[in-house]
């Protein structure tokens, strides 16, 4: 089985049916052969009638989604395998209309599966950005239930720390650096991108300090919240933008905001407050894979393999719901309707 599909063609030949998805998610869960969650025994059979392993140990039945992003799915796993494919690979993204109109489904059941996948759009083992770092911060404006995007104020912006890690175009390592030196001939590499509250410089430390390697050379403007970067063990070089453009002192940091906002507003018509982070995530997923977007698909697979089970009310921050007591009262309801709609002499007796 091919790891990276080459085209939509080799994609569809490879995952033409719901074996071959359960297949290739097996591979990735269990690279070294089956475990068993309750007893971790190794030895199973799987059943014929459904797709589950039991153990012979403990006679415990696994299904190769239980335990991970895609628990207790009703979704064929060839529906997620293409939302995985379409949203990684396309240099846009995929909005859930777009999901939802490929593929018949309701829009929230689409907004549902994106939403999990961009969970396991971060890596919880990535490394951190090293070497020559631009920072810089800005405002994005944010879309309201059934309101058009604020076009200024700060009421309707959400600020957004960005690093990204600066390499040289043709060696690919860490360009020559001193400082108020101007850098030629530099590419972006990694970013990260992050929704913060505020713009002290407690906020803006915690950022650094979570996502750059102490030694590293960080390059920013002359805002006073990074005055304390020297003395958290990087190297600090601030640049004073004055009346100069401020793309030409941040190049980089700028082009990826201004690209940001650009796929919010155009793929999304706006991002809203409560789930930017995670819209941010989506973007960094791709700009760190632009050069490997085949990769990408197995990379969030193995991620989503790995995760632990999520479910909509977890995401949208509801409390779940009371399925049997939902249960009961329906029952009820039907048991009282049923004895109103009784006759006179059958209720007498």
């Known amino acids: 089985m091919d790891r990276f599909p080459k ?16 297949q290739y998610l097996a591979e990735r869960r269990w690279p070294n052969g089956f475990i068993c969650p309750k007893c971790g025994g190794s030895d199973a059979w799987r059943l014929a009638s459904r ?20 628990a207790r799915t009703k979704l064929p796993l060839r529906v997620w395998f293409w939302a995985a494919y379409l949203m990684t690979t396309h240099s846009n993204g995929y909005s859930a209309l777009q999901l939802q109109a490929q593929f018949c489904l309701h829009y929230r059941t689409a907004w549902l599966l994106e939403a999990k996948l961009r969970r396991a759009m971060v890596n919880p083992d990535r490394s951190m950005l090293s070497g020559l770092i631009e920072l810089d911060q800005t405002e994005i404006p944010y879309r309201e239930a059934n309101r058009a995007p604020e076009l200024g104020g700060r009421d309707g912006m959400i600020t957004v720390v960005c690093a990204i890690e600066v390499v040289d175009r043709k060696t690919g390592l860490v360009p020559k650096w001193g400082y108020n030196k101007k850098l ?10 992050q929704v913060i509250p505020d713009n002290t410089a407690e906020t803006l430390e915690s950022f650094v300090q979570a996502n750059v390697e102490p030694g590293s050379v960080v390059l920013s403007d002359g805002h006073a919240s990074f005055d ?10 601030p640049k004073i933008v004055g009346l100069m453009a401020a793309h030409i002192v941040l190049p980089w940091t700028h082009r990826a905001f201004t690209l940001l906002k650009r796929w919010g507003m155009g793929v999304y018509h706006g991002l809203r407050r409560k789930y930017a982070q995670t819209y941010l995530d989506e973007y960094c997923y791709r700009f760190n894979r632009r050069y490997w977007r085949r990769v990408s698909f197995e990379k969030i697979l193995n991620v989503a393999a790995a995760k632990e089970p ?6 949208i921050g509801k409390k779940p719901r009371a399925f049997k007591a939902e249960r009961a009262r329906r029952l009820e309801k039907i048991a009282q309707k049923a004895a109103s709609a009784l006759p006179l002499h059958s209720k007498s007796g």
């Open 7 to 22: 085209s939509l063609l080799a994609f569809q030949d490879t995952f033409h049916d719901e074996e071959s998805c359960i």
């Open 228 to 237: 304390g970067l020297q003395a958290l063990g990087y190297k600090h070089d």
């Open 184 to 193: 030629l001939n530099t590419r972006p590499q990694r970013i990260r991108l």
């Open 51 to 70: 797709p589950l392993w039991e153990c012979r140990k403990c006679g415990r039945q696994t299904s190769v989604t239980a335990g991970t992003l895609m």
């Open 310 to 315: 999520l479910y909509r009310h977890q995401i």
